[in-house]
């Protein structure tokens, strides 16, 4: 894994919805990417010091492009997405764990996504759907992708494309009315493994549901976080178990994660 700051370039920019950008990079990165990785931009404002972390929404090894769909939130993401094709931003990584993909072989497989989750899972279902026919290809596989309302949908058509794609709205202004989670009950939905991403409340009512059917869940914790490398704890989760370094129930979300077991997560 490479933790090197590049240069890359912007090849295109644009706003998917009210706030929400897709910025595709040309980098060597998108060669070691996987999905649930994730690589952290940096400024130009040298008053913005620390990295912003976005999750991986595709890589194209053969195009040499790397794919980051975010919601600007801050001074930062507000400055990202003012650039356009041409400028350059300079980037950290690949960093992160991402989903461990060879579990997902023969399975039924449910990819769980809210908000600004969705993107890294988009990744993972690409993968997942070149696998088709393959050794490695699951049995099949679900997305279910929850927004709040109709203005702050994006990436539908992407998952349609790859994978059987199920979204719900919080206002119930398109799709399922109600959370992801209501809709895995009210659907009856069937599965073996959980591959998550989204607001904590939403992983936390997934893990239960899960350890309830007994069924593996990965979650992708995207909490606050600072140096982005392992040094300066800024990220820290709460574990079930006693880390073997550190002798604390205690995870660095930025380097051991940020995907993890639920069920190593002290919820
Ligand atoms: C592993 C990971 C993956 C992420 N992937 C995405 C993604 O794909 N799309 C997306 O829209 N957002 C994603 N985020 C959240 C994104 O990093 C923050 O929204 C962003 O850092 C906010 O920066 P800002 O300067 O605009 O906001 P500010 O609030 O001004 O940021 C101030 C500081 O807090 C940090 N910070 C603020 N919010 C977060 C947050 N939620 N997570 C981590 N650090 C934060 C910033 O990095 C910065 O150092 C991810 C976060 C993590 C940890
Ligand atoms: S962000 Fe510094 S240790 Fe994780």
Redesign the pocket.
Known sequence: MSKNVSVAKIIKQSELAEG?YDMVLDTPLSAEAAPGQ?V?LY?SDSS?L??????I?SADAAAGTLR????????????FSKLSAGDSVRVLGV??NGYPIDEARDKKVLLVGGG?GV??LLFLAKKLSEAAGSDAAPAAVTAVMGYRNLGLRFLSEDFSAVTNAIDTSDDGSFGFHGTVVDAIKAKDLNFDIAYSCGPLPMLRALASLCADKNIKCYV???????CGVGVCLG?VAKTTGVDAHSLVKNTR??TE??VFDSRDIEW
Do not use: D, H, K, N
């Not at 992708?220 to 600072?226: C, D, F, I, P, Y």
């Open positions: 929400i994730f952290a400024c913005r620390l990295p912003r972390p976005i999750s929404c980051l769909v975010y919601r600007v939130v801050g001074a930062g993401t507000g400055e960093l992160g600004l993107p890294p992708s914790l995207e909490e606050r976080m600072a990220c979300i930025c994660g940020p």
